[in-house]
């Protein structure tokens, strides 16, 4: 059985893959181009894709009758594959849920209380050399203890962030979800998006990417929140109209905004860099050593569960 795995890996994921797989791991970071999506399809039995890694109908229809039986996809989120159209060349999708959560909701908490605080605006300040010392009124933010966070999307992150945020800073939680949660916590569930984004201080994007949930936080969405109000996107990066966004920044109609993920990334508009009541950060919301390598085990989990014939692990 051939593997390909489409972006550099851990080292632990690399030596178990080489081990186990007759495997090729690809050296580029760069998204796979369309040819080499239809290489790997025609020339290998599992692939391990990656965000970027855009496995469209189109592709599919490309690929015909793919040699490939099983994209074990590295990361929860699975957009940037049609898995009907998968389905359809008779190639099976797999994800790695669980292995991200706690990563993903210490990177909402952070933006939470970098864009409240002004981390980012003042660590450029003292960077630049342009910091005249400590006086009352200097660059005054907005407390995070004791406030109000509504969560759009209750799932495994959603409630992660939800759970630190009432245990860790006594918040307030609401949120949007298709049903109610049972909870460990106190949280109210709220009528509509727009409903919650009225009523809260922090406003936390936790939903799965996907057409569904494309520009989900759109003008309107924005509009509603009040004009200290902070958005938070950890999820997928059109979730948020970016240049509706862009332009409720630039006119100072919330307090801030603290993004992971952007709609088109790695481009990220200028715009959006040029503003202060922005906190930027390139995707960090799995990068840590440990996590890294739980997802690249887990996807090698599904890959191993298809080489002996059993069940899938992850199947999606």
């Known amino acids: 059985m051939k593997l390909f795995i489409s972006r550099p890996m851990t080292a632990a994921v690399e030596a178990r893959a080489r081990a186990e797989f007759d495997v090729e791991i690809r ?136 759970r630190r945020c009432h245990f860790g800073f006594g918040m307030e939680v609401s949120y949007v979800a298709r049903s109610d949660k049972a909870l460990e916590f106190p949280a109210s569930r709220a009528a509509s998006l727009t409903d919650l984004a009225a009523a809260v201080d922090f406003l936390v994007v936790a939903v799965p990417g996907g057409a569904e949930t494309r520009h989900l936080i759109d003008a309107d969405v924005l509009a509603a929140m009040q004009p200290h109000a902070h958005l938070v996107n950890i999820a997928r990066g059109d979730v948020v109209a970016e240049a509706a966004l862009t332009e409720a920044l630039q006119q100072r109609r919330i307090g801030g905004a603290g993004l992971d993920v952007y709609e088109f990334e790695p481009q990220v508009p200028q715009a959006l860099r040029d503003l202060d009541n922005v906190t930027l950060l390139p995707h960090l919301g799995t990068a840590t050593e440990e996590v890294r390598s739980g997802m690249g085990q887990m996807a090698l989990d599904n890959v191993a569960a298809f080489a002996a014939g059993r069940d899938l692990l992850n199947p999606v």
């Open 27 to 162: 050296e580029n970071t760069a998204p796979l181009s369309e040819a080499e999506m239809l290489r790997a399809l025609a020339e290998f039995d599992v692939v391990v894709p990656t965000l970027g890694d855009l496995f469209s109908a189109a592709v599919f229809a490309k690929a015909g009758s793919p040699r490939c039986k099983l994209l074990a996809n590295f990361g929860v989120g699975y957009n940037h594959i049609d898995v009907s159209a998968a389905r359809a060349a008779g190639v099976a999708v797999t994800n790695t849920p669980g292995a991200v959560t706690d990563a993903t909701a210490d990177i909402a908490l952070t933006l939470i209380l970098m864009s409240a605080r002004r981390a980012g605006e003042g660590e450029r300040l003292v960077r630049a050399g342009n910091w005249q010392g400590w006086h009352p009124t200097q660059m005054l933010g907005h407390h995070a203890t004791g406030k109000h966070v509504g969560i759009a999307g209750m799932g495994r992150i959603g409630q992660a962030i939800a």
